[in-house]
T-cell receptor
Framework: GQQLNQSPQSMFIQEGEDVSMNCTSS?????WLWYKQDPGEGPVLLIA?????ELTSNGRLTAQFGITRKDSFLNISASIPSDVGIYFC?????????????FGKGTTLSVSS | NAGVMQNPRHLVRRRGQEARLRCSPM?????VYWYRQLPEEGLKFMVY????????ESGMPKERFSAEFPKEGPSILRIQQVVRGDSAAYFC?????????????FGEGSRLTVL
């Protein structure tokens, strides 16, 4: 099946540092989304991207939809302890509106104060 | 305004028993998706349903697993004759429309443990 390659798999950073993670695919996507999952909870939508080249911010989070439509990145600036969790990228394939999202395997973020 | 509601949050079954997981989508949402998450893994798509219809079940095992979303009531994911490998977190998500954004809103999950 389709795969999203998400990296890095895990990150250990100090509070206040900036973080960057990305997703790539061999297929073209219509939509890229970034979710965060806290332990024992369901994923929560952070940012949704709909157009190639689109750059969207949500507070300290910024995400971009790659020009080729095959990649996306998420940046977190000035990290804080509550940023700890697993971040997932997800995409919807081009030409398949209504199909389920495909998820990356996640980036586990640890923040030390 | 309640979000996606799943129950039970935790379910323990012995091998061979049946597990039933329920999902009530957000108000106004008529599309339901079920995903499975194994430890340290991402979310794997299982099935996509609209009211009374299965739209895409390409991710669901052919044996022992079934899903429904009746006209009235929650969506049900049913696993018959559970095995240890079925132990996982099962997440339900809903969306308001099939066309466009692809945004899904997730419940808190049902964690199945098979002894």
């Amino acid at each position: 099946g389709q795969q999203l390659n998400q990296s890095p798999q895990s990150m250990f950073i100090q509070e206040g540092e900036d973080v960057s993670m990305n997703c790539t695919s061999s297929s073209i996507f219509n939509t890229w989304l970034w979710y965060k999952q806290d332990p024992g909870e369901g994923p929560v939508l952070l940012i949704a991207l709909y157009k190639a080249g689109e750059l969207t911010s949500n507070g300290r989070l910024t995400a971009q939809f790659g020009i080729t439509r095959k990649d996306s990145f998420l940046n977190i600036s000035a990290s804080i302890p509550s940023d700890v969790g697993i971040y997932f990228c997800a995409g919807q394939l081009r030409g398949q509106a209504g199909t389920a999202l495909i998820f990356g395997k996640g980036t586990t973020l640890s923040v030390s104060s | 305004n309640a979000g996606v509601m799943q129950n039970p949050r935790h379910l323990v079954r012995r091998r061979g028993q049946e597990a039933r997981l329920r999902c009530s989508p957000m108000k106004g949402h008529s599309h339901v998706y079920w995903y499975r998450q194994l430890p340290e893994e991402g979310l794997k798509f299982m099935v996509y349903l609209q009211k009374e219809n299965i739209i895409d079940e390409s991710g669901m095992p052919k044996e022992r697993f079934s899903a429904e979303f009746p006209k009235e009531g929650p969506s049900i994911l049913r696993i018959q004759q559970v095995v240890r490998g079925d132990s996982a977190a099962y997440f339900c998500a809903s969306s308001p429309t099939v066309i466009g954004t692809g945004e899904l809103f997730f419940g808190e999950g049902s964690r199945l443990t098979v002894l």
